[in-house]
């Protein structure tokens, strides 16, 4: 099966970094992705990883570690707009390949 | 602005009734995505087409059926609908139906079902 863990609220300051986690319990794993969401809108993609490592696109980075089933999103000089649901999706090899979505974290940035 | 569009962007109906949402793809994409999100459910999967064939089913209700055009335009039919349907429904594109591509999302129609 497929289980895909992510905190549901963060809080950070201004200016600061945030890492936001997802593991996931899954079997022919076959990439990552990282979506951003304010309230309201539509998902925008901010990344995807298939292999171990970290991939950085400007202030955001992201990791996977295929091993522990585990990847992070990392956010650098964070600015109030950054404030938003960040989702978690796991493709699976194999089969029907569509992304399966964590529930998301809520990242509340304040002055 | 990720070049997907859908229409409506708001839609209010009661319990019982049947409707249409729809979408455009990215010009050039072949498939199309359509997904639920409510509040206590997170973003679900309903079903993919590409370039005109149903190609991947997920929780799709049997009250929901999809079909996608020549044109690649998109449409998603709610029926007998139920207070709990009230949801964002997004429909997402991308350009063929291979395990590499990225989609991207429309900006969603609210459906509130009274």
């Known amino acids: 099966g497929q289980n895909i863990d992510q905190p549901t609220e963060m809080t950070a300051t201004e200016g600061a970094i945030v890492q936001i986690n997802c593991t996931y319990q899954t079997s022919g794993f076959n990439g990552l992705f990282w979506y951003q969401q304010h309230a309201g809108e539509a998902p925008t993609f901010l990344s995807y990883n298939v292999l171990d490592g970290l991939e950085e696109k400007g202030r955001f980075s992201s990791f996977l570690s295929r091993s522990k089933g585990y990847s992070y999103l990392l956010l650098k000089e964070l600015q109030m707009k950054d404030s938003a649901s960040y989702l978690c999706a796991v493709r699976l090899s194999g089969g029907s390949y569509i992304p399966t979505f964590g529930r998301g974290t809520s990242l509340i940035v304040h002055p | 602005d990720s070049g997907v569009t859908q229409t409506p962007k708001h839609l209010i109906t009661a319990t019982g009734q049947r409707v249409t949402l729809r979408c455009s793809p990215r010009?050039?994409?072949?498939?199309v995505y359509w997904y639920q999100q409510s509040l206590d459910q997170g973003l679900q999967f309903l079903i993919q087409y590409y370039n005109g064939e149903e190609r991947a089913k997920g929780n799709i209700l049997e009250r929901f059926s999809a079909q996608q055009f020549p044109d690649l335009h998109s449409e998603l039919n709610l029926s007998s609908l139920e207070l709990g349907d009230s949801a964002l429904y997004f429909c997402?594109?991308?350009?063929?139906?291979?395990?590499?591509?990225?989609?991207?999302f429309g900006p969603g129609t609210r459906l509130t079902v009274l």
């Open positions: 010009s050039g994409d072949l498939s």
């Open positions: 997402a594109s991308s350009p063929s139906d291979s395990y590499t591509d990225t989609q991207y």
